[in-house]
């Protein structure tokens, strides 16, 4: 069987999740993230850890056959690598952030201003698009302390909790886009390759989806069951099982993570109790 070769994050904002990803797929690794390469004992991979910034290039010049980076370092790259599966974590926005003292009137404020960057050609794009023109200064870090050393009138940066920005007086006033981790492959992957990254999406995706699917069990009288089952989605439908105690059953069913509470609440009013919501390891759908 061929090794697919992944290249993941190093160290940052991406690296944590990753790796906890690869592990919760089942797949453990041999060494540290110290050195450069790890193998696994468990699944035909080899983990490459690189800077995000350096992932597309590699993965575009099939050093890596597949990797995990931000859209956003993606599309910055300009590589045209296919996303083979959008991750759900690392959630941020790329946006426009000017000072608080500034009167940002809209897009327009931003003609002939100074916009300190990492992410120069999506910024680029950006001002095209809307006809603005801008100068744009590049940066590798600390864009955020930019216009308050006197370097740029506003920022464009990556934007996740939002308090880099209000630690440093700035507002965020234009989301320009949203990214999050995603899976992507090296174009033309030979069909031995592809199929390992088949097996190894197969495993990510059932860990994605239990992430965001809970278990649970409640208690409910007879005459109940019809309204509760009603409220409860489930893969198929509900299980019901009697309980010792006459007249009483338990409802067994699955739940995702965002239907939750208003679901919980329906289920109360519906007159469950005892309800138990359990997380689920692996879901295989
Ligand atoms: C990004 C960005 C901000 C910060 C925003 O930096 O440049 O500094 O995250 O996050 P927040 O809205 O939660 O405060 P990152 O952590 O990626 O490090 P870097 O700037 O050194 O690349
Ligand atoms: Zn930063």
Request: hydrophobic fraction near 45%; charged fraction near 20%; charge should be negative.
């Amino acid at each position: 069987m061929q090794t697919l070769k992944i290249a993941l994050q190093k160290s940052g904002r991406l690296s944590e999740m990753s790796l906890e990803l690869v592990g919760e797929a089942g797949i453990t690794l041999t060494n540290g993230k110290r050195t450069l390469l790890a193998q696994s004992s468990t699944f035909p991979l080899e983990v490459l850890y690189l800077r995000d910034d350096d992932i597309p290039q590699y993965v575009f010049d099939k050093v890596a056959d597949a990797g995990i980076i931000g859209e956003d370092v993606l599309r910055e790259s300009q590589y045209p690598l296919e996303i083979v599966h959008r991750l759900g974590f690392s959630k941020c926005r790329l946006s426009i952030a000017v000072p608080k003292e500034q009167n940002y009137s809209g897009l327009s404020w931003l003609n002939g201003k100074r916009i300190a960057t990492s992410f120069p050609n999506i910024l680029n794009a950006f001002l095209a698009e809307n006809g603005i023109k801008a100068e744009i200064h590049f940066l590798n870090g600390s864009v955020e302390i930019a216009p308050a050393i006197g370097l740029a009138d506003c920022i464009f940066d990556i934007v996740s909790s939002g308090s880099t920005l209000v630690s440093n007086g700035l507002v965020e006033t234009e989301v320009v886009m949203k990214s999050e981790a995603v899976l992507v492959a090296a174009p033309g992957l030979p069909n031995e390759k592809r199929s390992v990254l088949d097996d190894f999406l197969f495993r990510i995706k059932s860990v994605l989806v239990a992430r965001d699917t809970k278990y649970i069990l409640l208690n409910a009288p007879n005459e109940k069951l019809d309204e509760i089952c009603r409220v409860l989605p489930g893969m198929k439908s509900p299980t019901v099982m009697p309980l010792a105690l006459e007249g009483w059953s338990s409802v067994h069913s699955v739940l995702s993570e965002n239907e939750f509470w208003s679901i919980i609440n329906q289920l109360k009013a519906a007159g469950a109790q005892g309800i138990l919501v359990i997380p689920i390891e692996k879901m295989i759908l």
